[in-house]
């Protein structure tokens, strides 16, 4: 088996799903904690930033900066307890650590920090950014020739930034077929919904227009249709891949799923518990299974 060809996968539907869900937990418990933070894109990408972290990269937590290593960087930095919450339970730090969320003196800042938290691979935070840097290191991969691949992860609301559609050119324009843009299209950003604010539709044949392979997922909260998608990105070559996933923003908290006022807003204490019962819920069910 090649470097890059798929491997084995380390866990089934069922446990990725159990995954997700503690990653949903961490990411409530953290907002909760810090009483500040954003919620709602974090658990829209609960699927995703599981299925990265244990499935689809070559990653080691015990050596967060091998030089093998797939990378991955997160445009839309404020979604960092989802990040943070996939990096803990994957043993990149304790799992307790994400209490001390926004904390003053914690390394779990409000955006990733390469410097200070294991499992970064770049310090992240103003929008349309993250992407830039993600080419950049697939282009580096290129001229060294090595075999990493890069992913990151967009906002719908962030590919509002033009800065985005550069680094698209450049990256189609160089047919980076190591590189993998992911865009979480959960419909909200902070101001309402996308195709109010400045509509970014149809996001799927604007990547096409920069030469990206592009694959829309109908259903981004789904496993089977991440895998499959996620394999079709490890087939194409010649062309860098855009991965368009339709999400449900505040998933798997009833009272914050497709709600655009849960973007960067804290529960309170009765939330949190309510939050967390749904979230016991969904576990235990999936227990049954």
Not at 139 to 157: C, E, F, I, M, P
Not at 200 to 224: C, L, Q, R, S, T
Not at 266 to 288: S, T
Request: charged letters at 25%; a negative charge; proline letters at 4%.
């Amino acid at each position: 088996m090649g470097r890059n060809e798929k491997k084995e996968g380390v866990m089934n539907k069922l446990e990725l799903q159990k995954t997700a869900n503690e990653v949903r937990k961490g990411i409530v418990t953290a907002v909760h904690s810090a009483k500040a933070g954003h919620p709602g894109g974090s658990l829209s990408a609960a699927e995703v930033f599981t299925y990265l972290y244990f499935e689809e990269m070559n990653i080691d937590p015990k050596d967060p900066e091998k030089a093998d290593r797939d990378r991955f960087v997160l445009s839309k930095g404020h979604t960092t307890p989802g990040l943070y919450s996939a990096l803990a339970l994957r043993g990149y730090f304790p799992v307790e650590d994400l209490k001390t969320f926004r904390k003053l003196g914690s390394y779990l800042q409000g955006h990733p920090c390469k410097q200070h938290v294991p499992g970064v691979d770049m310090s992240s935070g103003s929008l349309g950014q993250g992407i830039s840097a993600a080419v950049g290191m697939a282009l580096s991969a290129k001229l060294t020739n090595d075999d990493y691949r890069v992913y990151t992860l967009l906002g719908d609301g962030e590919i509002q930034e033009g800065q985005v559609w550069e680094a698209a050119m450049f990256a189609g324009a160089r047919k980076l077929d190591n590189l993998v843009v992911i865009v979480d299209n959960n419909g909200l950003q902070i101001d309402g919904k996308v195709e109010d604010v400045c509509n970014p539709y149809p996001i799927d044949k604007k990547f096409e227009a920069f030469n990206f392979h592009v694959i829309n997922v109908a259903d981004g909260n789904d496993f089977d249709q991440l895998a499959a998608a996620f394999a079709e990105a490890r087939a194409t070559k010649g062309a860098p891949t855009a991965i368009i996933m339709k999400t449900v923003k505040g998933k798997g908290v009833s009272f914050m799923e497709n709600q655009a006022s849960w973007h960067g807003t804290a529960p309170n204490d009765e939330q949190y518990a309510i939050a967390m019962a749904d979230l016991e819920k969904v576990g235990e069910a999936l227990c049954q299974k």
